[in-house]
């Protein structure tokens, strides 16, 4: 089984910073990709930013110039550099894991860090 365990989640004022960890564990044999998603009250969950196995990024348009997303390959750990925070950026933070486990390919969730950002 794998279990993905996010931190890093906190209550900031806007224009504050915030650094996310998602650390994965378990019988995984390759990571293709590990995403970070968000959910806020009484919307859908997006995609907020991804790093492929490779190092390829991508990000929602919103995010862009504020947050970075960064993996470390050794740990099985992904980051979310998060600056210049604003309160639509408060939601459930969620850390997804595209990997082979140990040889069928899916798709793990976290169980989700809060991230509020107000004055």
């Known amino acids: 089984q794998v279990q993905l365990v996010e931190s890093g989640g906190d209550l900031v004022q806007p224009g504050g910073s915030l650094r996310l960890s998602c650390v994965a564990s378990?019988?995984?044999?390759?990571?293709?990709?590990m995403n970070w998603y968000r959910q806020a009250p009484g919307k859908q969950r997006e995609l907020v930013a991804g790093i492929t196995s490779g190092g390829g990024t991508n990000y929602v348009d919103s995010v862009k110039g504020r947050i970075t997303i960064s993996r470390d390959n050794a740990k099985n750990t992904v980051y979310l550099q998060m600056d210049s925070l604003k309160p639509e950026d408060t939601a459930v933070y969620y850390c997804?894991?595209?990997?082979?486990?140990?040889?069928?390919?899916?798709?793990?969730w976290g169980q989700g860090t809060q991230v509020t950002v107000s004055s």
């Open positions: 997804d894991l595209d990997g082979r486990v140990p040889i069928t390919r899916r798709n793990y």
């Open positions: 378990g019988s995984i044999s390759f990571i293709y990709a």
